[in-house]
T-cell receptor, first 116, second 114 residues
Framework: EAGVAQSPRYKIIEKRQSVAFWCNPI?????LYWYQQILGQGPKLLIQ????????DSQLPKDRFSAERLKGVDSTLKIQPAKLEDSAVYLC??????????????FGDGTRLSIL | GENVEQHPSTLSVQEGDSAVIKCTYS??????FPWYKQELGKGPQLIID?????GEKKDQRIAVTLNKTAKHFSLHITETQPEDSAVYFC?????????????FGKGTRLSVIA
């Protein structure tokens, strides 16, 4: 089966500019996650969707970050305006989202964002 | 909230030797513990996972053990090969029910020397 697709792979912008990332999860996966991975650290959750509804966005800096999953499939993550500390890899993951137990999360290869 | 500690941060082993990576978690409600392998420029790849109703799970050269009482779990790789070189992350689910996000450790950079 096709994996989680993300684009672009790399993005370089100047601080205070805006940027958007796109994710296409594995077909049939109801749950979608966006994680931020700063160099040398493990991924950290930004937001979780179940179908097109937000389940957890408690760690999303809402003054500058936004995300949507309008039709319950693809998702976009936006940063506006970007700060230097936003330099990181942005990872999208998806899981089946069925039943009451955790299903394995499968990750895309991420978008590497550099802020100048 | 959940906190996951991972040790060591770097590990070098000779090809053919075993490697062990250990993690501890803080929230006793966590019940799902996956391990991921991340190669340079790639996303994390799930290599094995364990649920809290199981004490040990094995898949060929990889095994994971879980001690719920002590709140720690470990990854064991036997007969290491150069292609095992990568960064390994442990993780724990938060809240412990449904499809919950993962809290990751800081990673272990494993180098297998041929």
């Amino acid at each position: 089966e096709a994996g989680v697709a993300q684009s672009p792979r790399y993005k370089i912008i100047e601080k205070r500019q805006s940027v958007a990332f796109w994710c296409n999860p594995i077909s049939g996966h109801a749950t979608l996650y966006w994680y931020q991975q700063i160099l040398g650290q493990g991924p950290k959750l930004l937001i979780q969707f179940q179908n097109n509804g937000v389940v957890d966005d408690s760690q999303l800096p809402k003054d500058r970050f936004s995300a949507e999953r309008l039709k319950g499939v693809d998702s976009t993550l936006k940063i506006q305006p970007a700060k230097l500390e936003d330099s990181a890899v942005y990872l999208c993951a998806s899981s089946l989202g069925q039943g009451g137990i955790n299903q394995p999360q499968h990750f895309g290869d991420g978008t590497r964002l550099s802020i100048l | 909230g959940e906190n996951v500690e991972q040790h060591p941060s770097t590990l070098s082993v000779q090809e053919g030797d075993s490697a062990v990576i250990k993690c501890t978690y803080s929230d006793s409600a966590s019940n799902y513990f996956p391990w991921y392998k991340q190669e340079l420029g790639k996303g994390p790849q799930l290599i094995i996972d364990i649920r809290s109703n199981v004490g040990e799970k094995k898949d060929q050269r990889i095994a994971v053990t879980l001690n719920k009482t002590a709140k720690h779990f470990s990854l064991h790789i036997t007969e290491t090969q150069p292609e095992d070189s990568a960064v390994y992350f442990c993780a724990a689910s938060i809240r412990g029910s449904g499809n919950t996000p993962l809290v990751f450790g800081k990673g272990t950079r494993l180098s297998v020397i041929a």
